[in-house]
Antibody, heavy 118, light 107 residues
Framework: QVQLQESGPGLLKPSETLSLTCTVS????????CSWIRQPAGKGLEWIGR???????NYNSSLKSRLTMSVDTSKNLFSLKLISVTAADTAVYYC????????????WGQGILVTVSS | DIQMTQSPSSLSASVGDRVTISCRAS??????LNWYQQRPGSAPKLLIY???TLQSGVPSRFSGSASGTDFTLTISSLQPEDFATYYC?????????FGQGTRVEIK
């Protein structure tokens, strides 16, 4: 059974850098995208971007200038880095797997709450 | 970006009711439309992909359909565990975009 697990700091100060990892177990990450999605408390889902196992990326234009995504295939993990965070970046962050052909988000991590506060 | 508009934003229904949720795309997305269920405190769960393909393990009371840029999620007989928020998402192009969600509440 494929499982995804997000990890990273839960509390950041404004202007700091958010670094999250998504570790995939129970299956290979080859030929899949890893998408990152976030959800502020009480609000809807926002697609942040995705990274392919080749390292190619697609980002939400609203975050592109602050965002970097990468992959380490030897460790079956994906990473997200968001610089210069503000309170508006406070949210639950999810990673999810996306097959290249059918394109659905078929497996999700449990999510990690990231709070930005001074 | 492609806008996804869901309706209604919330609804109240009883166990056993037939429920339909609509999602409209701002432009053609072929059949690249997915539906997710999110219970409070949990990650979203895939229900339907490709507009009408049921994800493995999802009960058959869930179904999806498409007509042009209009998509529908139907729950044929609402069960207690179905009270949740439902999101549509287009996977036709990037950026991927979600509808604003439809909250299904107990009447």
């Amino acid at each position: 059974q494929v499982q995804l697990q997000e990890s990273g700091p839960g509390l950041l100060k404004p202007s700091e850098t958010l670094s999250l990892t998504c570790t995939v177990s129970g299956g290979s990450i080859s030929s899949y995208y890893c998408s990152w999605i976030r959800q502020p408390a009480g609000k809807g889902l926002e697609w942040i971007g995705r990274v392919y196992t080749s390292g190619s990326t697609n980002y939400n234009s609203s975050l592109k200038s602050r965002l970097t995504m990468s992959v380490d295939t030897s460790k079956n993990l994906f990473s997200l880095k968001l610089i210069s965070v503000t309170a508006a970046d406070t949210a639950v962050y999810y990673c999810a797997r996306e097959p290249t052909v059918s394109r659905q988000l078929d497996y999700w991590g449990q999510g990690i709450l990231v709070t930005v506060s001074s | 970006d492609i806008q996804m508009t869901q309706s209604p934003s919330s609804l109240s229904a009883s166990v056993g009711d037939r429920v339909t949720i609509s999602c409209r795309a701002s432009q053609s997305i072929s059949i690249f439309l997915n539906w997710y269920q999110q219970r409070p405190g949990s990650a979203p769960k895939l229900l339907i992909y490709g507009a009408s393909t049921l994800q493995s393990g999802v009960p058959s009371r869930f179904s999806g359909s498409a007509s042009g840029t209009d998509f529908t999620l139907t729950i044929s007989s609402l069960q207690p565990e179905d009270f949740a928020t439902y999101y549509c998402q287009q996977s036709y192009t990037t950026p991927r975009t979600f509808g604003q969600g439809t909250r299904v509440e107990i009447k």
